[in-house]
């Protein structure tokens, strides 16, 4: 899954000085310091099965055939996900960490994600669907053999059970992946959720954070991956953010004024790109006798005015943010808004603190088949006020990925540094698909800015004016 960051100087909006990495990570929590190796073992089994038993739902929710077929040129057939899932936990798990003798080494070679782009894979002959339960099923078992086992220090890759976490996160991820292949799919729904909790009130349009120096990225955070390390003082110039995700509302606003049709409002490339495929909506809207539908996992409903837009682009939400006379966050912006407390000067692991995401903090997991609306989780705010930063939709920055300063790839430079460049934004804060496993403050994501089947929406901002405060 594509991940994140950069400082690239684009006018105004980096406004920041980075520094080099601090020392910082006594003063940083680890959840996972105070647990025995035996609470450890439970918590990583734990993680371990709520990810299976997500992955179980998404490939038992179709037929055979729905498994095997490709629902978008864009993504993988599900049961190549599912397979996947068990290769990259049978080379991991069960012979790296474990030591063990591979079960299927036959197969690496087709489910090795740089080796076969997403459309070629339906032609591959892939495990059936019965065979790559089957195979999951045991490596599962094998890998719990290794947990059992394995002593969880004495080695980067284990200690606090970092390549468990770092396994339970690529199931995690893969499963918001089968979960927007679910979107694409064309059929009746075979997915159900309740809705999620309505928003108790209105909330002022923005939040001004004040300039100055706050901890970004982290040497601490025990399953954070190499691109979020490490911790790093960054200099931030005051901004005002969107105390929410833009609505449905708001981006129709753009629509009704003919955003879609102003070259002006549109990079170079965004221009290029909407006029390509003659773009005038987001994914999966359509309007039908003067109304905006949506199409949702197989249900077609009228756009909900009040919930964070979902399926924009990068290049849309930039065009968006220049015609309200705004512009995205920086990814340092974001993460200053999401973990900083003004007040204390303490960068915190979510925007409510340190605790693990509750049902009450954020719409995460796909608990709810949808985005929350705007200010529907008051208990989930930041110090400052700003909402819904965790869950609901991933929030394209205006920020290129890159490496922090002191990056160093780990364990192998496939996960992230392959990707840095100027061909990737960074997306931040996860989506109703994503687990809390799979999101923190500090979590970077990553895409192409012409993407759109993904869960991603954005927020604005913008720099302060001459004599405001901040
Ligand atoms: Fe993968």
């Known amino acids: 899954m594509p991940s994140p960051t950069s400082p690239r100087a684009c006018g105004a909006a980096c406004a920041q000085e980075r520094r080099p990495a601090v020392a910082t990570s006594t003063a940083e929590p680890n959840p996972l310091r105070d647990l025995s190796p035996e609470q450890l073992k439970a918590h990583v089994a734990g993680a371990l099965t709520r990810a299976r038993d997500r992955s179980v739902v998404l490939t038992d929710a179709v037929d055979d055939d729905d498994l095997t077929k490709q629902h978008s040129k864009l993504m993988s057939p599900l049961v190549w996900d599912l397979a996947h899932i068990g290769s990259q936990e049978e080379l991991w798990l069960v012979r790296d960490v474990g030591g063990r003798e591979p079960l299927r080494p036959d197969i690496d070679d087709l489910y090795d994600a740089f080796q076969h782009p997403r459309a070629d894979r339906p032609s591959l002959p892939l495990l059936g669907p019965a065979e790559a339960r089957a195979y999951v099923r045991e490596v599962r078992d094998k890998a719990l053999d290794v947990l059992d086992a394995a002593p969880l220090h004495g080695r980067r890759l284990t200690e606090n059970a ?112 909407r ?101 529907a989780y008051p208990a989930g705010a930041s110090p400052l006020g700003v909402h819904q930063l965790i869950g609901d939709v991933w929030e394209w920055t205006s920020t290129d990925f890159a490496g922090y300063p002191g990056f160093t790839a780990f364990p192998y430079r496939e996960y992230s540094e392959v990707f840095f460049g100027p061909e990737y934004k960074v997306l931040r804060g996860g989506s109703f698909g994503t687990d809390a496993a799979a999101i923190r403050g500090t979590f970077r994501n990553w895409d192409y800015p012409i993407r759109r089947q993904i869960f991603a929406g954005f927020r604005c901002a913008r720099d302060l004016r001459p004599g405001e405060s901040g």
């Open 162 to 273: 970092f390549a468990f976490g770092m396994i339970t996160q690529h199931e995690q991820q893969h499963d918001e992946t089968m979960l927007a292949t679910h979107q694409l799919r064309r059929g009746d729904p075979v997915l159900h959720a309740p809705p999620p909790p309505a928003a108790p009130r209105r909330l002022p349009r923005e939040v001004v954070v004040p300039g100055g120096p706050f901890r970004m990225g982290t040497s601490a955070e025990p399953w954070a991956l190499d691109n979020e390390r490490p911790a790093h003082e960054v200099d931030v110039a005051g901004f005002a953010i969107d105390t929410t995700p833009v609505t449905c509302g708001d981006y129709l606003a753009f629509i009704d004024a003919g955003g879609y049709h102003e070259r002006r409002w549109w990079s170079e490339d965004g221009w290029d790109y």
């Open 275 to 375: 006029n390509a495929h003659d773009i005038t909506a987001p994914l999966f809207w359509r309007r039908e006798n003067g109304q905006w539908w949506r199409r949702r996992f197989g249900v077609v409903e009228p756009v909900p005015e009040d919930e964070p837009v979902v399926h924009v682009s990068y290049h849309e939400a930039r065009a968006y943010a220049a015609w309200a006379g705004r512009r995205l966050p920086t990814e340092a912006e974001w993460e200053k808004a999401a973990r900083h407390d003004p007040a204390t000067g303490v960068t915190r692991r979510f925007p409510w603190g340190d605790d693990e995401p509750t049902a009450a903090h954020a719409n995460l997991g796909q608990r709810h088949l949808r985005p929350a609306p705007a200010g």
